[in-house]
């Protein structure tokens, strides 16, 4: 009788314990922007800084927080980042203090994350869309570059940092 109980408490106990520790969000998928975590010192492509930026970890290892600040912090930022079991894709949800938001929407290709809005018209009628891609650099440092694209071949860049750890 005492060995079936040592084994069921056991048993019990073992289940408990995997239960507790599962994580739904430590995949590989939702690892694939883990390269942008970090306290980062941002600059623009002619040197200035162009501001700070923070990206860590959230609820459970489910979401990438980045919160921005420009050089002269009048300017701030939050996005949530994450990866959509439905979808099967990446997506940034991002606000700022100046009362804009983008949902942006792709996938990891190499060294890259390349993430997209949903195509829109502008104020004549033009369609356009925004693309953002993260690129993963050798010596641990990261490039952000934010494009605009009209007509689907006109692109202007919107924004180009370079991200250094602090």
Not at 121 to 146: A, E, M, Y
Request: proline fraction near 2%; hydrophobic fraction near 30%.
């Amino acid at each position: 009788m005492k060995p079936i109980l040592l084994f069921l408490s056991l048993s019990l106990g073992l289940t408990m314990h995997a239960q507790i520790n599962t994580c739904n969000c430590c995949t590989d998928k939702h690892t694939e922007f883990d390269f942008w975590i970090g306290n980062w010192s941002v600059t623009n492509p002619d040197g200035t800084t162009a501001g700070k930026n923070t990206i860590e970890k959230v609820q459970d290892n489910c979401v990438l927080r980045e919160n921005w600040t420009s050089a002269n912090g009048n300017f701030t930022g939050t996005s949530n980042n994450f990866y959509n079991f439905k979808t099967k894709q990446w997506e940034q949800i991002w606000v700022d203090n100046q009362g804009q938001s983008l949902h942006l929407k792709g996938n990891r290709i190499g060294n890259q994350m390349i993430l997209k809005t949903d195509e829109e018209l502008n104020k004549d009628g033009i369609p356009f869309f925004h693309r953002v891609t993260w690129t993963k650099n050798s010596d641990g440092t990261v490039r952000q570059l934010w494009e605009t694209i009209t007509n689907s071949k006109e692109v202007t860049v919107a924004f180009d940092g370079l991200y250094k750890k602090e």
